[in-house]
């Protein structure tokens, strides 16, 4: 049976001891909006890079994106008769 993953994530890569770690899609797209509120508040739009900071990956809240992530970088299980 496959697992459920009840949290996005927006990266997964394997550390140097071979254990998968992940960077949650929240915390993802909080820190990019946050950076980018910082660059454009030099020229007085930090509202309006925050706003595309938050909403430039949306899209890997789709589940199938999420089980491509999870899928590609080895945190997958096959369901029990084999298929993916």
Excluded: C
Excluded at 26 to 53: I, M, P, S
Aim: aromatic share 10%.
């Amino acid at each position: 049976m496959s697992r459920i993953h009840t949290t996005a994530i927006a990266h997964l890569k394997i550390n140097e001891k071979g254990v998968s770690e992940s960077h949650t899609l929240l915390e993802h797209l909080q820190r990019v909006a946050d950076k980018a509120a910082t660059f454009a508040d030099e020229f007085g739009n930090a509202d309006w890079a925050r706003v595309a900071g938050l909403w430039h990956d949306l899209g890997k809240f789709n589940p199938q994106w999420q089980e491509y992530l999870r899928k590609s970088n080895g945190d997958y299980q096959e369901d029990t008769d084999g298929t993916d």
